[in-house]
């Protein structure tokens, strides 16, 4: 049976033995008009495996989510020591798109500088029975699949207090004795703190040396589990006796045939190229820090979902292709000299960069706060301020890698043309980069307050698309802007745009007609009022506790 490689490039600071690991005093939790706690004191020390029983509903879970930090009490007190690594499962499982069995584990390496092989891993991915799929969407996976990979990563980080959730649901009878070893041997065995959330006695009688019975959010009964089945008794030892003695052998047998048949694809590999097999390592003794694995679990899901690389790379092409060809036949405006096509590359530029902030960044949030990887990420000690903060920074870049893609396309579709100068860059560049840099910052304060706004991305992705498109048409991102302002009705429409108060001074500064006016003393306040409201509200607003 593997173990895990406990080696980290971290030096972790130990906690102390002698007093409670976590301690809940008094804790109570409510949603709404339901009471999930009441009066909860519980203590948990060094080494101490504590059974939660109770029925569906009894507030079992909830009090799991408090011990680990996912949840906070509505009132009472939570008190767990400094240096803490707690490792998690939960009964949720789901994850956003793009995110594959390998991108989580390589993020928990990650985190906590764990150093591990391929064989090391191979060996866990086969005792999990989840080799094979390292590479697949979570989300593709089955529901017991996605339960095996949960429990490993609870534990793969070599946590000081483990919690576990219905561990056994979506196990079948052979996945579910192979995990319940390999937990014996990496948390009994090495007298690890666990708190065990079940309705089966079973599972309590195998991991814990203590009990307490939950009901309606209040502890009815607590005590030792050899003295609960000593005035109760067991049926479940015989049948689990006879499955160790018989499937263990079949598993064992199996898991022989598939390293002979790797060994024997592995020798003829190594004859036909003549080199020897290596075992690479897939995680290095090195320490990361914590916010480097998190943004590159969001590049991962980034780049590996459908809607980022097409929103950023491909769209912005499209629409040049429909409308600046469109609009590339028409002369220079006789009245001010300036080009229909390049007006319209400069809106469409600026829109794209808004909208990063419309859909992606409120997207990521609501995706990754609506699934089990908030949890995952609380669980490695990452504060829900780093994540908005990453989430922000790539935002950030995103903006920029919009801006300049149009541009870049701008000038292969049309600066043969015109010329690259006259296409693709703007006429006056100094006046153009304060306002660009406000409309970023509007950009994104928007897709902050979006995020605090909406609970699912369904409901987001049907008004955020309501609410772009006239922003868009607005902001000149489908026809030259001056069509717009010369109309008698449209031009004061545009004073609905948010956009409106930084983008009308950019597009007079990318189309060589500068002048500051006294309208922009009012512009410039009115664009920091907005970008105030939408970031004031957003903090207010955004809940991170469910």
């Known amino acids: 049976m593997p ?19 976590v301690e809940l005093k008094n804790v109570t939790k409510k949603y ?69 069995v390998m991108d989580m584990i390589k993020y928990y390496l990650h985190t906590f500088s764990i150093e591990m092989s391929e064989s090391q891993l191979k060996e866990l991915l086969r005792t999990y029975q989840i080799n094979g799929f390292e590479n697949k969407f979570i989300e593709g996976l089955s529901g017991g699949q996605q339960q095996r990979l949960n429990i490993l990563l609870s534990v793969i980080h070599d946590p000081d207090l483990v919690i576990l959730d219905e561990v056994s649901t979506g196990l079948d009878i052979e996945v579910r004795a192979q995990i319940f070893d390999f937990l014996k041997q ?25 009990y307490i019975y939950v009901h309606n959010g209040v502890i009815k009964d607590a005590g030792k589990v050899k003295d609960l089945i000593k005035e109760y008794g067991s049926v479940h030892e015989y049948t689990w006796k006879m499955f160790e003695e018989n499937k263990k052998a079949d598993l064992k047998k ?38 480097w694995p998190l943004i590159s679990l969001m590049l991962k899901y980034y780049y590996k979902g459908f809607f980022v690389p097409f929103f950023l790379l491909a769209y ?41 902030g419309i859909f992606i960044i409120p997207q990521t949030i609501l995706e990754f706060k609506n699934s089990v990887l908030m949890k995952r990420i609380g669980a ?17 870049i995103f903006i920029m890698i919009a801006f300049l893609w149009t541009l870049l396309w701008a000038g292969i579709f049309f600066g043969h043309k015109f010329g690259w100068n006259v296409v693709a860059l703007p006429s006056d ?44 048409f607005l902001s000149g991102g489908f026809v030259p802007i001056e069509m717009i302002t010369n109309s008698e009705i449209l031009k004061y429409v545009t004073y609905i745009n948010p956009f409106k108060y930084c983008l009308d001074p950019f597009l007079a500064a990318w189309n060589g007609k500068f002048v500051f006016q006294s309208i922009y003393y009012a512009y410039i306040p009115i664009s920091l009022a907005i970008i105030a409201v939408c970031i004031g509200f957003a903090g207010w607003k955004l809940r991170w506790q469910a």
């Not at 060094?46 to 906070?72: H, L, P, V, W, Y």
């Not at 979006?450 to 922003?471: D, H, M, Q, R």
């Open 3 to 21: 173990k895990l490689a406990t080696k980290t490039g971290l030096k972790r600071k130990p906690f102390d033995k002698k007093k409670p690991l």
């Open 32 to 100: 709404k008009n339901k009471v999930a706690l009441d009066g909860i004191d519980f203590v948990i020390k060094s080494g101490d495996r504590i059974g939660i029983i109770g029925a569906n509903g009894s507030g079992k879970s909830t009090m799991s989510e408090i011990i680990g930090g996912i949840r906070q009490p509505t009132s009472g007190e939570v008190i767990r020591q400094d240096n803490l690594v707690i490792g998690l499962q939960f009964q949720d499982s789901k994850y956003p798109i793009g995110i594959s």
């Open 186 to 210: 990496n948390i009994v065995k090495k007298k690890k703190a666990m708190i065990l959330v079940t309705h089966m006695m079973s599972e309590v009688e195998d991991f814990c040396e203590k």
């Open 254 to 291: 199996q898991y022989e045939e598939e390293e002979k048949q790797a060994k024997e694809k592995a020798d003829k590999a190594s004859n036909k190229k003549k080199k020897n097999k290596v075992d690479h390592l897939i995680s290095e003794n090195k320490d990361y820090g914590k916010n």
């Open 316 to 356: 912005p092409i499209l629409i040049l292709f429909l409308q600046g060809f469109a609009f590339s036949t028409m002369d220079a405006d006789p009245n001010t000299g300036i080009l229909p096509i390049h007006s319209l590359v400069g809106s469409i530029s600026m829109v794209q960069a808004m909208s990063v």
């Open 380 to 396: 490695t000690n990452i504060k829900p301020v780093f994540f908005v903060i990453s989430v922000i920074f790539i935002g950030f």
């Open 429 to 472: 560049i100094l006046p153009t980069i304060p306002f660009l840099i406000i409309l970023i910052i509007t950009s994104i304060s928007l897709g902050m307050m979006f995020a605090s706004i909406f609970k699912s991305t369904t409901s987001f992705i049907a008004v955020s698309n309501v609410f772009y498109l006239p922003v868009a």
